[in-house]
Structures are given as structure tokens and as C-alpha cells.
């Protein structure tokens, strides 16, 4: 849930209590299905698959969203401030192997020399407490680095090795490329198609199947 929170998650209440909003790219399809696959019991619809105009340009994504319940709520008063996500000592403290793991699958990407998290969303302030709790929790010394006006957290390549060691039990296959910088092999995008992905899908972008 942390590492879902860090990156693309969002919560909204409906009534009393708050549900999970998961929204990603089509080509991270088998990420959608692990998450829906873990809030399964408080779910009640399946994965969604569909096409949105952002600009000009048409793209495809994959989503669901949970029933309400009062752990999203829960969250929600953890990360929100103002209605805006924000970062606290208590939120970065959080951060372990597995919170790592899923934030990276989320928000990384492969650089020409290291791993980034694009952490554009939130404050320098709010970065250096991240990369701090990394160092902590982790023990990973990453830094900060500008990317289109914003800090993101950059992982230099003599950490990957460690890296990967720490959280690659949690990551999904089709995610390790990101832990492969481009001038060590050419960069792939995950475009998982497996049958047990479709089981869960009823849109016609997602194989026109439903279960």
C-alpha cells in the first residue's frame, strides 16, 4: 500500500470512508494485476482497460478502483495534506524492501547510467526526507537530480547490483528491466500478455475476455 501511495495510487472518499484509485500505463498491465490480485476481497469490479485522449495524443491504460473502506482512510489521512499527497517523516519512515519494490515499479526508470524515481510530484524538501529514509531503511545511498524543473531520486549504477539483491524477490519479471541501465542493454517495454492476466480483464484493448 506505502509503495503503491508513493507512486501512481490515489485515494478519494466516497461517503464516510476513502477507496483506492490504480491507473497505469496498458503496458504495465501485469502491475495492475498484482494489485487487484491484493485488494481482491474489497474489490468488485475487474481490471478496466481503456482509451483516453492526454493532449492531442490517444494512449491506453488499465485501472480499477476498490469499494471504500476505513484502512484507505486511514492512508489518506497519512499522505494527505490540504488534499494534496505529501511526504512526512512519518510516511518515509515506512519505506523497506517491499515498499522499495512496488514504488520502483511504479515511478522508475532506466537511465543511461543508474535507476531514477520520478518523484516530480513532490517538494526538494519532501526528496531529501525519501532519500534519507532509502539510506536508513535501505542502506542505499541514492542523490537528488533536477529532470524538467523537479527532484527526482537517482540510484548511480554501483548500487543497482545491491539493489536489485534487496527487492528482487518482489519484483515482477516483466520490471527488471529499469534495473538495467541503457548503455548496459537497450530498454524494453513490458507488454505482459499471459493468460492469467486476460482471466481478469473484460475490456476489448485487454484481449476481449472476460472471466
Known amino acids: 500500500m506505502i509503495g503503491t501511495m508513493l507512486g501512481d495510487g490515489g485515494l478519494r472518499f466516497r461517503g464516510k470512508n476513502c477507496r483506492l484509485h490504480i491507473k497505469h ?28 485522449k492526454v493532449g492531442i495524443k490517444d494512449y491506453n491504460f488499465a485501472e480499477f478502483v ?15 495534506k490540504n488534499n494534496k499527497k505529501t511526504i512526512t517523516n512519518e510516511v518515509a519512515d515506512t519505506i523497506d524492501p517491499l515498499v522499495l519494490a512496488v514504488w520502483i515499479m511504479d515511478d522508475g526508470s532506466a537511465e543511461y547510467a543508474g535507476l531514477s524515481i520520478q518523484t516530480h510530484s ?20 541514492t542523490s537528488k537530480r533536477i529532470n524538467k524543473g523537479k527532484y527526482i531520486i537517482y540510484f548511480p549504477f554501483r548500487t543497482l547490483q545491491e539493489l536489485k539483491s534487496k527487492l528482487g524477490k518482489y519484483i515482477l519479471p516483466e520490471f527488471e528491466y529499469k534495473f538495467v541501465p541503457y548503455r548496459e542493454k537497450p530498454r524494453r517495454d513490458c507488454t505482459p500478455d499471459s493468460d492469467e492476466n486476460r482471466s481478469m480483464i473484460q475490456s476489448d484493448l485487454c484481449g476481449n475476455v472476460q472471466s
Open 25 to 52: 500505463s496498458l503496458k504495465q498491465l501485469s502491475l495492475v494485476n498484482y494489485k487487484w490480485r491484493i485488494f481482491e476481497p474489497i474489490i468488485s469490479m475487474k481490471v478496466r482497460c481503456f482509451s483516453q
Open 122 to 141: 513532490f517538494s526538494e524538501a519532501e526528496v531529501s526526507l525519501l532519500i534519507k529514509a532509502i539510506k536508513k531503511n535501505i542502506g542505499i545511498q
Open 66 to 80: 476498490t469499494l471504500t473502506h476505513p484502512i484507505f482512510t486511514h492512508y489518506y489521512q497519512l499522505f494527505y
